[in-house]
């Protein structure tokens, strides 16, 4: 039966639970892969101006910012910094110090509000469902309650501080789901769209990158927006966090998430940012590029070319010659190999900052040493309660996507990959049957066959079910659009409320 978009959205908000890994901050070291210098801060140059270099609240006390009727102290935001920094072997100089900070409060600020609105929607999150999240985020870190319980003590992180986040969290997701999930809609036409972008996409280089946009409101402000993105660039470029920036400071609907753009192709992009990505290299960022409504910075994490070699065993080996047509009507094609996988997910979230970001990715490096076969990895995926945890059954491996055919290509049965970044999380894959099978003779003179409605990766990736790729790729057309909605509503929230800020 053919699925309505309402039907296919039905699943958008039904994982949608708190991506409780986020603690996992306290005991990492703080290494990202997609920033030049994790938990450091790029500030604009207009910004930097209205925090004082001096200003230190180590010792300070009493009330740092109103936020409606509530207040956030200066020992709420010493406390959460503890908690992001818990797993930094040096202390952050002061001035680094000074700017994280006061991106802790403009978190703290987002918190108070979503609270504010869910105790407006008449919403409650109970302290059963706190320890719930609290215990999930012990399994997420391979410890025990208790374990966990002592891991915060001993780097002096209070309780109440993780907790607080968690309700915080686990509330707004409650807004959301009630207030801007059931104007999600998702056309037929929508995802045909995207289904053809993927099909004209197929074999073209990609690129792993993320972007900051910086919009231009009108011509007199041309030069000090470019001026802003150069100092930004600037500051960056000495030891800023791509990723923190981002968040601070682009308009892009990506901007919670670091800027994260996912893996992008030529023709799925601003032609302009095509053009700039073609001439970059893994770990450069551009030059301000100028767009129709503004200024774009480009970070280029990874290249992947069509045909490239995917391991360092060896290079791929050079390609035929182009066959003869007569040639090509007697010669079988080459086997294809087929593939039973699994996956654990650790849900990123958007709001997550860089040190968050980076103990989620270290999580899914250490469960390496924990999974040795499928058994196993049965056992482990029940304490990753999220949607992309899954059983993905079988498939050919030619037409799964990039990302996740270079994971797996080589990756020996009942071993489990390195990390695979996705839109909205980290994902490791293990490989649980591989066998060929041969491939078929075709006819020269056979007609070409009618176009796939859905690609071959799309509906490998949803275990062969066709409808399925179309709710998949749905998925992610809402998601997006449930990012930028939310990030709308919590924009107005800020332009609404009375926020006097105190330090």
């Known amino acids: 039966m053919t699925q309505t978009p309402m039907n296919r959205l039905g699943k958008i908000m039904a994982g949608c639970a708190l991506g409780l890994a986020l603690s996992a901050t306290a005991f990492a070291a703080d290494k990202t892969a997609d920033a030049p210098a994790a938990a450091r801060v790029a500030l604009a140059p207009s910004s930097r101006a209205m925090i004082p270099e001096t200003a230190d609240i180590s010792d300070r006390t009493g009330i740092a910012a109103t936020v409606n009727d509530d207040a956030i102290t200066y020992s709420d935001i010493r ?28 978190k703290l600020i987002d918190e108070k509000l979503q609270m504010q609105e869910a105790k407006k929607q008449g919403i409650t999150v109970t302290d059963d469902d706190v320890k719930d999240g609290f215990n999930q985020i012990a399994k997420q870190n391979n410890m025990s309650v208790e374990e966990f319980r002592h891991k ?12 607080d986040q968690i309700r915080a969290e686990m509330a707004w997701t409650q807004v959301v789901r009630r207030k801007l999930r059931p104007d999600v809609n998702v056309s037929e036409s929508e995802i045909d769209t995207a289904l053809v972008q ?20 009108g011509p007199e402000m ?8 150069d100092d930004l660039i600037e500051s960056i470029k000495h030891g800023g966090n791509f990723a923190a920036a981002a968040r601070k400071f682009s308009k892009a609907p990506g901007a919670t998430a670091g800027g994260d753009m996912g893996w992008v192709r ?10 700039a990505l073609k001439t970059m290299h893994p770990g450069e960022i551009s030059e301000p590029i100028r767009t129709d409504k503004g200024f774009e910075i480009l970070f280029l994490r990874d290249v992947h070319e069509p045909g490239a070699a995917t391991s360092a065993a060896g290079a791929a080996p050079p390609a035929p010659a182009p066959a003869t047509p007569q040639a090509a009507a007697s010669a079988p094609s080459k086997p294809e190999t087929i593939v039973h996988l699994k996956q654990i997910t650790i849900p990123i979230d958007a709001s997550d900052p860089a040190p968050v970001v980076a103990a989620k990715m270290n999580r899914a490096t250490t469960l390496k040493g924990e999974i040795s076969s499928c058994d196993q990895m049965d056992k482990k995926s029940k304490d990753f309660v999220s949607p992309g945890t899954t059983d993905m059954g079988s498939g050919p491996v030619s037409s799964l996507p990039e990302p996740v055919r270079r994971a797996i290509e080589n990756l020996p049965v009942g ?21 060929e099978i041969p491939g078929r003779e075709e006819p020269a003179a056979a007609p070409a066959p009618a176009p796939a409605p859905v690609p071959k990766a799309a509906v490998a990736s949803a275990g062969g079910n066709e409808d399925g790729a179309r709710d998949q790729i749905a998925n992610q057309i809402g998601m997006k659009r449930l990012d930028q909605m939310q990030e709308h509503y919590l924009r107005d929230l800020r332009a609404t409320a009375f926020i006097d800020k105190r330090i």
């Open 222 to 229: 041309e030069t000090s927006v470019r001026h802003d993105a």
């Open 415 to 435: 071993t489990l990959s390195g990390p695979v970044r996705g839109d909205n999380g980290v994902a490791v894959l293990m490989v649980c049957e591989r066998h």
């Open 266 to 275: 030529e023709g799925t992009v601003d032609p302009k940012l095509a053009a």
């Open 152 to 163: 915060l003590d001993v780097t002096g992180v209070k309780m109440s501080t993780l907790t």
């Open 79 to 106: 406390n959460r910094l503890d908690l992001y920094l818990a797993g930094n072997p040096q202390k952050p100089p002061p001035e680094v110090r000074h700017k994280l900070e006061m991106q802790v409060l403009d």
């Open 198 to 217: 993927i099909t004209r996409a197929k074999g073209s280089t990609e690129y792993l990158a993320a972007d900051i946009f910086l919009p231009v409101p």
